[in-house]
C-alpha cells in the first residue's frame, strides 16, 4: 500500500514539474503577453510567477468579450479585467468586432467630426540628468550636443510659426538643474506679452514637481503663479506608464505614480485643464494599460479636468530600453486595438481620443480613425522626442494636410483650440 502511495506521489510529482516546465516555456515564448518577472530570481519564484500569469490568462480569456463590448456600447463601466481581456484578442473577426464597436461609440459621444490644433512645439531645453531609459532625448550638460535656449530664441521659433497662423505652443523641456521657477515665470510671461492669442500649453507635471521641489512651493502654488503669468494648461506627459514596479524599470528618476496622480488633481482643482497619456508598447504587460485607463478614469470622474486622451506608441530604435529589454515597435494593429479599447473603456469620461501621427505616420494615421479615434493632434512643427528615439513620420503637417487626411477617411476635419472649442 505504502509503495502504491509513494509511486502514486512520485507521478504527481512529476506531473506537475512537467507542467511547470510546460508553463514556462509557454509564459517565456510570450502567451498571453509579457510575464513580469519570468526571466528574474529563482525556479521557485519563477514558477510561481508563471503559474499566477497562466491563472490570469485564464480568467481573462473566460471573459465574453462580445458581451462586454456590448456593454461598453450601452454605457456599462468595463472593469480592467475585461479591458485585459479585450487587449488580447487576436482574431480577425473579434478585432473587427472591437474596432465596430469603438467606431459606433465614437460617434454616439462625439460624432463624425475629426478635431485637429495648429501649434508649435519648442523642447526648449535638452539637458537632463534623470536618464530615463526611454528617452534619447536628454543630454547631460557636458554633452556637445545639449542646449537650453534662452527666452529671445524661444520667442524668434514662435514668430517663425505664426504665419502657420498657430494658436497653441506646446513647451517642455528637460529637467534642467540651471532653471528656477523664475525662469520658467519669465518664458510665459514673456510669450504671454509678445503673443497674447496663443494659448500656452507647457511644463509636464514632473516639470512643476520639479520646480515645486526646487522652489520649496507646493505643486497648487507653482502651478497659481505659472497661470497668473499666462499658462494655459498642461501636457500630461511624464505618466508613461502609472505603476511603479515599471517605472523603476523605464523611468526611475520621475515622479511615482502617486505624485503623477497628485500633480495632475492639484492643476485640475485649480480649474486647469491636462491632456492625459500613456506612453504603451515596451516592457509593461496588457494588466499594466488596462490599470492605466482605470486610474485615469478614476481621477476623471472625481475632477472632470482631462482635455483628452493621447496614447502614444513607444519608439524604441535608439533606447536603451529597447537595447536592454528586445523591446521591437509595436505593430499598428496592436496600437489600433489599444486606442479601440480606450473608447470603450473610458466611454462619456473621456470623449476626445487623439491619434498620435508622428509616431505612426500619416497612413497609419488616417486609418485608426476607424478604432474609435476623433482627433488628429496638431500641426507640430518640430517635434524632438520621437524623432531622437528613431521615430522618421516628420516634424511637420500643414493644416491642409491633416484636413485632406481626414476627408480621404470620410470625416469632417475641424479645427479647435487647444480645449477642444471649434473656431
Ligand atoms: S524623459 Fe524627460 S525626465 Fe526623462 S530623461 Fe528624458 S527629458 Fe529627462
Known amino acids: 500500500m505504502a509503495r502504491v502511495m509513494c509511486a502514486g506521489a512520485a507521478y ?39 503559474y499566477l500569469h497562466i491563472k490570469r490568462r485564464v480568467e481573462t480569456m473566460a471573459i465574453n468579450s462580445e458581451y462586454v463590448i456590448e456593454r461598453a456600447l450601452n454605457g456599462d463601466e ?36 475629426v478635431t485637429f490644433v495648429r501649434n508649435r512645439n519648442i523642447n526648449f531645453t535638452n539637458i537632463c540628468n534623470i536618464d530615463c531609459a526611454f528617452c534619447n532625448f536628454a543630454k547631460h550638460k557636458e554633452d556637445s550636443s545639449s542646449f537650453s535656449m534662452n527666452v529671445p530664441g524661444v520667442i ?17 523641456g528637460g529637467i534642467n538643474p540651471e532653471w528656477h521657477l523664475n525662469d520658467y515665470v519669465e518664458l510665459v510671461s514673456t510669450i504671454k ?34 497661470v497668473n503669468h499666462g499658462l494655459g494648461s498642461i501636457p500630461g506627459t511624464a505618466a508613461e506608464i502609472l505603476d ?14 502617486q505624485e503623477w496622480l497628485e500633480v495632475v488633481e492639484s492643476a485640475h482643482q485649480l480649474g486647469v485643464k491636462t491632456s492625459a497619456t500613456i506612453m504603451f508598447g515596451h516592457i509593461e504587460t496588457l494588466r499594466h494599460r488596462a490599470r492605466h485607463l482605470f486610474l485615469l478614469r478614476e481621477l476623471q470622474k472625481h475632477t472632470g ?48 481620443i487623439q491619434t498620435s501621427w508622428v509616431k505612426l505616420g500619416k497612413e497609419a494615421g488616417g486609418q485608426s480613425l476607424h478604432w474609435g479615434i476623433n482627433d488628429f493632434g496638431g500641426t507640430v512643427i518640430e517635434e524632438n522626442i520621437s524623432r531622437l528615439a528613431g521615430a522618421d513620420h516628420g516634424q511637420f503637417l500643414t493644416a491642409e ?23
Open 193 to 226: 506679452e509678445r503673443f497674447p492669442w496663443i494659448h500656452i500649453h507647457a511644463f509636464s507635471p514632473f516639470e512643476l514637481f520639479y520646480m515645486a521641489k526646487k522652489s520649496r512651493m507646493t505643486v497648487t502654488a507653482v502651478i497659481k503663479t505659472l
Open 305 to 352: 479636468g482631462f482635455s483628452e486622451f493621447i496614447p502614444l506608441p513607444f519608439v524604441p530604435f535608439k533606447t536603451k530600453l529597447a537595447r536592454l529589454h528586445d523591446v521591437t515597435p509595436i505593430s499598428d494593429i496592436e496600437v489600433f486595438k489599444f486606442y479601440a479599447v480606450s473608447r470603450l473603456f473610458l466611454g462619456k469620461w473621456i470623449p476626445n
Open 156 to 172: 524668434r521659433k514662435i514668430e517663425d510659426a505664426v504665419p502657420y497662423g498657430i494658436r497653441e505652443v506646446c513647451l517642455q
Open 244 to 257: 511603479d514596479e515599471v517605472r523603476k524599470i523605464i523611468c526611475r528618476g520621475k515622479l511615482k505614480t
Open 12 to 50: 504527481s510529482l512529476s506531473g506537475f514539474f512537467v507542467f511547470c516546465g510546460l508553463a514556462l516555456v509557454m509564459a517565456r515564448s510570450g502567451w498571453g503577453g509579457k510575464v513580469d518577472g519570468i526571466d528574474d530570481g529563482c525556479w521557485v519564484k519563477r514558477i510561481v510567477v508563471t
Open 78 to 113: 468595463m472593469s480592467t479585467e475585461e479591458a485585459e481581456g479585450l487587449l488580447q484578442l487576436s482574431d480577425d473577426r473579434s478585432l473587427e468586432h472591437l474596432r465596430s464597436a469603438a467606431d459606433t461609440l465614437r460617434k454616439n459621444l462625439v460624432g463624425d467630426v
Open 401 to 423: 494636410e491633416i484636413q485632406h487626411i481626414i476627408e480621404g477617411e470620410d470625416r469632417i476635419p475641424r479645427e479647435r483650440d487647444t480645449l477642444y472649442h471649434m473656431v
